[in-house]
């Protein structure tokens, strides 16, 4: 789940922190150009006799012309197979080509083909898994170009940034009582191309790499390292349990809400409807060529499996505990030792592996950042090598790390199911000099206890112009708002009562009155009162409120022994013993 560290795409760092969080008008533009891809692909998009999707590459209109790239082809070809030689996995790789041969997935082109029309060719190198089934696999190379050309992928449409999809996936995962997961055998190669596209994924190869005997092969169906083939089979399987017959429309309805690419990530509140899940998903599926298989769920209390006790699988980018039904990061490769000196370049990396949606351990991951805006303000290049005082900073940081292993949160963010459970949503909201944060936490009250569990957590650096810290608590609030509300519609919670907390009674006070506040101010209050109903608001003091430590950071040890994402004791007592205090601003400061 880690990204790219470079410089094309060095803000989706900060894309990632600012998921349900961002400004509404930066989603606009996105959404047309995604409508306009969807658009074309249901124009285009067509199923064979045997009820196989073939679909047409999105190109972009008036892409510059795309060069047929046979050069990097042949070079990287010899690079290949010197590398499944010294491997001993030739004949291992070439049985891949062969199957897919066999299955229809390529094709040979002969030489009285190649010249029709134009063509382009796909570099690819092998991928080795010595734990896996298929021990090697070809991966191939859509981003490959000369210089002042473009690739197939610059040519392309990308569609949905799909990295988007994962905050909501993640809520409905742990919302309810079993969670269950699946993934799509062989997803892309299970949707065919349309012949007019074929040649623009041609690739190179020699029959059991014996010199000169190169072949041309082309694919027919989507290729995994095309920037499309996401989209592609994300907008087949909308189609497809669009059109779902009406006794199985509503499995339909939850397997849409329920993919990250060929990931299927779920919850349900009974074993009956675990069942039905599972055994209508694989029918609904089949019938367009999908295998569903891989199937992993909660612990039921009639059949207790023989587990391995720490038995972890990956869950859109965190690892599940299945046996204890716990989530946790995957910390995989984050202490590798890295040479050499400390960069901005070496900082955003490591924070880039820790990956976390719900943002239990966002508190921690505040340092790195407040650290590379310094950088920033340094004037430093991305591998120029920092400044003495941040390099300390950031060993201390990384030296702590490891703790995070110890850091494991319910996958549900419910203890119980009793009918008589009240439920209600808490926002907090919260800033600091450093950073303004919010986090949102379930309450759940029933005749025999209360529980609360974060389910999401969120926080931004500060601007680099400085600004009051009244004003950054405004902006706590605003994210609070966006992100209470993207929460509450993906969970489908939006009748349980919600209660939004501030430790700032000034900005309490803008949001509680529509008066002509300075134009900062006056635009957050605008928003914020479009997302909530300010009488919701309510004051706590900063020493209560749980959005303190987001805001103002923590390293690794003091997070795990914190316990914040159970939420502040206070929020289990009855209602009537929850904190109250009058809301008296500094005038200068709200007149201001």
């Known amino acids: 789940m880690s990204l790219l560290v470079n410089d094309v795409n060095i803000s989706d760092l900060w894309r990632l922190d600012a998921l ?57 070809l010899n690079s290949c197979i010197k590398a499944l030689e010294r491997a001993e996995k030739l004949v291992d790789y070439d049985d891949v080509f062969q199957d897919w041969q066999k299955e229809g997935i390529i094709e040979e082109v002969y030489p009285m083909q190649e010249i029709k029309q134009g063509q382009h060719f796909l570099p690819h190198h092998p991928v080795f898994k010595e734990n896996s089934t298929t021990k090697v696999r070809p991966v191939f190379d859509g981003s490959a170009k000369e210089r002042n050309t473009p690739s197939i992928n610059d040519c392309l449409e990308k569609g949905p940034n799909l990295v988007e999809l994962i905050p909501s996936l993640m809520n409905r995962f742990r919302v309810g009582k079993y969670g269950v997961i699946a993934d799509i055998k062989k997803a892309f190669l299970q949707i065919g191309l349309q012949e007019r596209d074929r040649p623009y994924l041609r690739f190179l190869w020699k029959d059991r790499g014996r010199e000169g005997n190169i072949k041309i092969l082309q694919h027919k169906r989507v290729v995994f390292g095309i920037s499309s083939s996401p989209f592609l089979l994300g907008a087949t399987l909308e189609l497809h349990l669009k059109n779902a017959p009406d006794h199985l429309k509503e499995t339909a309805q939850q397997l849409m809400r329920s993919f990250y690419v060929d990931n299927c990530v779920f919850s349900v509140n009974t074993k009956k409807e675990l069942a039905r899940f599972i055994s209508e998903s694989q029918a609904l599926l089949s019938t367009a060529k999908f295998e569903l298989r891989g199937w992993e ?9 023989e587990r391995q006790e720490d038995l972890k699988v990956p869950v859109l980018g965190l690892l599940w505990n299945l046996p204890k039904d716990t989530m946790s990061l995957d910390m995989k490769g984050l202490m590798k030792e890295d040479k050499g000196p400390t960069t901005k370049r070496k900082i955003l990396s490591t924070v880039h592996r820790i990956f976390d949606p719900i943002g239990f351990s966002c508190p921690v991951t505040l340092e790195p950042k407040c650290l590379l805006q310094e950088c920033w303000k340094l004037g430093l290049s991305w591998d120029a090598e920092l400044p003495l005082l941040i390099t300390e900073r950031f060993e201390r940081w990384k030296m702590k790390l490891p703790k995070l292993n110890a850091l494991q949160i319910p996958r549900c963010v419910r203890e119980d199911f009793a009918e008589d459970s009240k439920l209600s949503i808490h926002v907090f909201c919260d800033a600091s000099q450093s950073a303004y944060a919010t986090c949102i936490f379930l309450r759940a009250e029933s005749a025999d206890n209360t529980s609360c569990q974060l389910i999401q957590a969120r926080n931004r650096v500060a601007p680099l112009k400085k600004i009051s810290i009244p004003r950054l608590e405004l902006l706590s609030c605003t994210i609070g708002a966006r992100l209470a509300k993207a929460t509450i519609s993906e969970l489908g919670l939006e009748k349980i009562p919600i209660f939004y907390w501030s430790d700032s ?43 303190d430590l987001p805001s103002r950071g923590s390293n690794a040890e003091e997070l795990v022994k914190s316990l914040w994402w159970e939420g502040p004791n206070w929020l289990r007592r009855p209602i009537e013993d929850w904190p109250v205090s009058e809301t008296i601003p500094d005038f200068d400061v709200v007149n201001s």
């Open 20 to 76: 349900n969080i961002n400004d509404p008008a930066e989603n606009q533009s996105r959404k047309e150009l995604e409508e306009e891809a969807k658009e074309h692909f249901e124009r285009s998009v067509k199923r064979d006799n045997e009820g196989r999707y073939i679909v047409s590459l999105p190109w972009i209109h008036d892409h510059p012309p795309l060069p047929d790239g046979r050069k990097i082809a042949e070079r990287r």
């Open 505 to 547: 009674m000034n900005a309490l006070y803008w949001i509680k009155r529509k008066e002509n506040w300075a134009a900062f101010v006056y635009n957050r209050v605008l928003e914020i009162r479009k997302l909530t109903n300010p009488e919701d608001w309510r004051h706590i003091s900063g020493t209560l409120n749980p959005a």
């Open 297 to 305: 769920h909660s612990p039921t209390e009639d059949k207790i499996e």
